[in-house]
């Protein structure tokens, strides 16, 4: 049974600092997703990455997958208030004929000035 | 273009009735995938389809359900609600099938539903 396990669950950060959520899963696969959702919001999409090594970036925020190492890291550089949401992670795994996707239980952000 | 557009946004349920969502998907986007979110259990895949046929799918039992129809929408049913059903039921839309290069997912409001 795959396992998605994210760390941290809770992350407070000071505004402009770094930091990096990570995502470690138990099977092998080579395609993972990150997800962010506000506060009683739906989810948005942020990042697709389909291959061992791919690096995606977009403004403040850059993930990267390690197929070998079964992980994957979202970094968050200079961290701005509106970063502050909960960060999903979720890994494709087939089964069959069939996928399934194994979402992670999320990193609550909370960047203060 | 339109976003992807959920009905209803509410819905209360009693235990053993059956409920229907809908999901209208951004248009041109031809793959529906549908999500179950609750405090107790995060978020879980249902399923996902693409030219009107179920191409992944969750561990959920056979009480879930979907289709899609030629114009991509796509309606998820609930038979024999219980009370753990009660969640954020979302549902996105994507150019291509989960794992191509047009994968983006662009999300519903969602349907909250409440078993009583």
């Known amino acids: 049974e795959l396992k998605v396990e994210q760390n941290p669950l809770f992350l407070s950060m000071q505004e402009g600092k770094n930091y990096t959520i990570y995502c470690n899963y138990s099977t092998t696969s080579d395609r993972l997703y990150w997800y962010r959702q506000d506060p009683g919001k739906s989810l948005e999409s942020l990042f697709v990455l389909l291959s061992n090594g791919a690096v995606k970036q977009e403004g403040r925020l850059m993930a990267s997958l390690d197929t070998k190492a079964r992980l994957s890291t979202l970094h968050i550089t200079a961290a701005v208030h509106d970063l502050s949401a909960t960060y999903f992670c979720a890994v494709d795994m087939i089964e069959g004929s069939q996928g399934n996707l194994i979402f992670g239980k999320g990193t609550k952000l909370s960047v203060k000035p | 273009k339109a976003g992807v557009t959920q009905t209803p946004r509410y819905l209360i349920k009693t235990r053993g009735q059956q409920v229907t969502l809908s999901c209208s998907p951004i248009s041109g986007h031809r793959s529906v995938s549908w999500y179950q979110q609750t405090p107790g259990q995060g978020l879980q895949f249902l399923f996902e389809?693409?030219?009107?046929?179920?191409?992944n799918k969750g561990n959920f039992p056979g009480r879930f359900s979907g289709r899609q129809f030629s114009n991509s929408r796509s309606e998820m049913n609930v038979s024999t609600l219980e009370l753990g059903d009660s969640a954020l039921y979302l549902c996105?839309?994507?150019?291509?099938?989960?794992?191509?290069?047009?994968?983006?997912?662009?999300f519903g409001p969602g349907t909250r539903l409440t078993v009583l």
């Open positions: 389809y693409f030219s009107e046929t179920q191409r």
């Open positions: 996105a839309s994507s150019e291509g099938l989960r794992g191509s290069l047009t994968d983006t997912q662009y």
